[in-house]
Nanobody
Framework: QLVESGGGSVEAGGSLGLSCAVS????????VGWFRQAPGKEREGVAV???????????YYADFVAGRFSISGDKRKPTVYLELNNLKPDDTAMYYC???????????????????WGQGTQVTVS
């Protein structure tokens, strides 16, 4: 139900755009987010957005984002985007789209409470 696209390789300081296509929103409010996992590290939250017919659109970001990334959603074709700017080598990771159907988002961006995942898309920054 979640399909990511848009990863790739860029030089430090560059930008990438990621997309997460959601097959359909069964619930009227959902929390959809982006997470990443580097080799040998745990999966960590990047950003989340509350989507769906009655979703508030609220967004939360991990502290390390520091204004470099932007998450957004499109209700017309359920898709969640992540714009990555001023990328650093430490941003190199597999990026995953995750969802909590029928739930609100919180600022904790805890990956352990997200039950649905895409296959991931690789981002490499050199």
């Amino acid at each position: 139900q979640l399909v990511e696209s848009g990863g790739g390789s860029v030089e430090a300081g560059g930008s990438l755009g990621l997309s997460c296509a959601v097959s359909r929103y069964t619930f009227r409010r959902n929390c959809v987010g982006w997470f990443r996992q580097a080799p040998g590290k745990e999966r960590e939250g990047v950003a989340v957005i509350e989507t769906g017919e009655i979703g508030s659109g609220v967004t939360y970001y991990a502290d390390f984002v520091a204004g470099r990334f932007s998450i957004s959603g499109d209700k017309r074709k359920p898709t969640v985007y992540l714009e990555l700017n001023n990328l650093k080598p430490d941003d190199t990771a597999m990026y995953y789209c995750g969802a909590r159907w029928g739930a609100s988002c919180s600022s904790s961006i805890d990956s352990t409470i997200f039950g649905y995942w895409g296959q991931g898309t690789q981002v490499t920054v050199s």
